[in-house]
């Protein structure tokens, strides 16, 4: 089973909402990652975990707040966003033999 | 983070026909590719690993060519079904992603007509 869940499937915010993306994986994997994905563009890396600890962030804005609470669920703090945050926000865990992803988030901003 | 480069297409294949992607990469650092299968505002789904003997799962092919630093694939045999937006990605690290994340090229659009 290589399944990543993430709720909500699909997210309208203002700009002076809070909001957060959840992330679950049960396949023992300790690597989980956040992607955005905007049309028509390959999937970007935004954060890297690795056991439970950030270990990259790639010069993300400080509006996302990643969060690890423990090895299996992983989520995304949105506060103050724009509306060129629009995107899918992909969730992702790794093991040996690759990387597999949720089915995302289609955030809008308003 | 270093480039991924692919040829965006779009490829217009006529079904049954075989059709091949190339990749290239511009880190030799790069130690793990893999080619993802995109579908319309569907998540990128993982086709395959490509290791450096080559690899063959069904009328999927890949190969890597370190010394030219690319990566294929070549389908065989295309279904209307193979439609979809092929991704390269490669890592730096010996993992599936591991702790360096995967970069991805922009993607080759593929068409399978009837």
């Known amino acids: 089973d290589t399944e990543v869940t993430q709720t909500p499937k699909h997210l309208v915010m203002g700009m002076t909402n809070k909001k957060s993306l959840k992330c679950e994986q049960h396949m023992g994997h300790r690597a989980m990652y956040w992607y955005k994905q905007k049309a028509k563009k390959p999937p970007e890396l935004m954060f890297v975990y690795s056991y439970e600890k950030l270990s990259i962030n790639e010069s993300v804005p400080s509006r996302f707040s990643p969060e690890c609470p423990n090895s299996s669920l992983l989520n995304l703090h949105l506060h103050a966003l724009q509306p060129e945050d629009s995107a899918l926000y992909l969730c992702?865990?790794?093991?040996?033999?690759?990387?597999?992803f949720g089915p995302g988030t289609r955030l809008t901003v308003t | 983070r270093k480039e991924v480069e692919q040829d965006p297409g779009p490829f217009n294949v006529p079904e049954g026909a075989t059709v091949a992607f190339n990749c290239t990469y511009s880190n030799s650092a790069s130690q793990s590719f893999f080619w993802y299968r995109q579908d319309c505002r569907k998540e990128p789904k993982l086709l395959m690993s490509v290791y450096s003997s080559g690899n063959e799962d069904g009328r999927f092919t890949a190969q890597l060519n370190r010394a030219s630093q690319y990566i294929s694939l070549l389908i065989r045999d295309s279904k209307l079904s193979d439609s979809a937006t092929y991704l390269c990605a490669v890592t730096p690290m010996y993992s599936g992603g591991g702790a360096d994340g995967l970069t991805f090229g922009k993607g080759t659009h593929l068409i399978i007509q009837p």
């Open positions: 992702a865990s790794s093991s040996p033999q690759g990387t597999y």
